[in-house]
């Protein structure tokens, strides 16, 4: 399916083809919380990097997280780039070399019509912050961590093909 997206100001605009485009897995880490989540998470699609086609680049700034390792309190920087705009500060995708066939385009940047996920994964809930309210439906399924399945294996599992629009 082809994305189109947006900051809010306009500066930044983008295209790129998605064969996951649900937007299913709310992520509740205090990264994605702080820096994309108004709802206290963050919902990220999955996308083909190399079909990501910019308008407005000089206006993209990149965020790398400052990740503390709970156990020896270090800091380090995440290999994931953050994209916003930096004239209306909406972020508008991830990319990480680690997956450098992918990136990952946040739905509220997103300005297609998406289709509705028959159920949701919530992830990353141990670092869910107190206020947030966990609104989980009868077939969503909820994860202190990461879950094991991949984005394209949740779309693989539910016999979501790739919408061609």
Avoid at 124 to 139: D, F, I, N, R
Wanted: hydrophobic share 30%.
């Amino acid at each position: 399916m082809q994305l189109e997206g947006s900051c809010h100001c306009g500066s930044v605009r983008f295209t790129v083809h998605s064969a996951h485009p649900y937007p299913f897995n709310l992520c509740y880490c205090s990264i994605c919380r702080k820096t994309a989540g108004g709802g206290g998470y963050a919902i990220n699609l999955g996308a083909e990097y190399e079909t990501l086609k910019v308008k407005g680049k000089q206006h993209i700034g990149t965020y790398r997280a400052r990740i503390r390792d709970p156990e020896t309190g270090d800091v380090e920087e995440s290999l994931g780039q953050r994209s916003f705009c930096k004239n209306c500060g909406s972020v508008l995708w991830v990319w990480d070399p680690q997956w450098p066939e992918l990136v990952h385009p946040f739905a509220s940047a997103i300005d297609t019509d998406l289709p509705l996920p028959p159920e949701r994964t919530h992830m990353m809930l141990g670092s869910k912050a107190s206020w947030v309210e966990l609104k989980a439906g009868p077939k969503d399924q909820t994860f202190d961590e990461y879950p094991e399945e991949s984005l394209a294996e949740w779309h693989q599992r539910l016999g979501l093909e790739e919408l061609d629009v």
